[in-house]
C-alpha cells in the first residue's frame, strides 16, 4: 500500500489546532505581560514538561529521558552520521504512541516515508497492538511534512504554525507536539556571510521564535546541523552566535558501513557534558 505522511501546502488550515490547555492562567501585569514566581516555574519544570520518545534507548538516555518538551534539541554530525535517522525515528515513535501530531520541516528531501514505513514495521507488539496496515495509516496521519528551501519559507511556515497553536481550537485532540527541522543548517548557513547584512540577525530571529513556541506551547523542538571544519578538528556550523542557541546538543558520529553510532553530550541544561552512549541505527 502505498503512502506518504500527510503534507502541508501553505495557509493556517493545513495545521492541526490543540485543544485548550489546562491549568491556571499565568499571572499577568496591567500590560498582559507574564510574570512566574519560583512556584510556578518549579511546576512548570516537574509536571508540564515531559519527554518525548526518539526510539533509540541509548540517546534518551543521554538527554535524561528523551526530547523534553519546552526546549530545543539540537542533533549535529558529519554526513550519513545518523541525524535523520533519529528525526525520522523520533517522528514515528511520537506518532505511534499517540502522544501528539509531529510537524517535520524537510529542507534538504531527506524525509522519506518508506523509511517511516520501515521504521513503523519493526516496532515490537507490545507497542501498539493493532494490525500493521492501521497502524502505519494512523502513524503517517500524525506526522505532517513540509518543504522549506529558505530563510523566507521558514519564517511562514513558523508564522502560520504559531497563529495555528495560538488559535486553542480543537480540532479532532490532534496537538502538535513536537517540531522538527532537518536540517536548520541548510537553511541558516547560506545567509551567514556577506551576501546577506541582516543573516545574523535573521538567523537569531529564527532562533527567538523556535524557543518561544517551544516554551509557550510546551513542544520538543528537534533540529539537526552539519560540521564544518575547525582548528584540528570539525565543529558544529552556524558559529558562535547560534551555539548558546540550543537547550541541548549531541554530536553523532558512525565509522562508515557500521550500523553502531556514538552520540555524545556537548550541552545540557540539567546533565554533564561529554558523556557518551553508543545505539545502533537500523539499516
Known sequence: ?????????????CFPRPPPSGGEEKKQDEEGQCFLDGTDLLKDATENKRFLPTGFQGVDA???????????TEITGQSSSGK???????????????????????TSNSFSPSRIARIVDGFPISLVREPKNVRLERVMSSIICKSVFDIFDLFEVLHQLELSLKSKVNNGGNKICLLIIDSISSILAPINGGKYPRGRSMMISVAMILKKLAYEHNLSVLVTNHMVAGNGAPKPALGESWKTVPH??????????????????????????GRVMKFAVPS
Open 1 to 13: 500500500m502505498a503512502m506518504a505522511a500527510t503534507s502541508a501546502s501553505g495557509g493556517a488550515g
Open 62 to 72: 543521554l538527554l535524561g529521558g528523551g526530547l523534553r518538551q519546552g526546549q530545543l
Open 84 to 106: 535523520t535517522q533519529v528525526c525520522l525515528c523520533s517522528a514515528s515513535h511520537v506518532a505511534a504512541r499517540q502522544l501528539g501530531v509531529v510537524m517535520y520541516l524537510d
Open 248 to 273: 541541548v546538543r549531541l554530536v553523532i558520529s558512525r565509522e562508515r558501513g557500521s550500523k553502531i553510532c556514538a552520540a555524545t553530550v556537548l550541552k545540557h541544561t540539567l546533565l554533564a557534558s
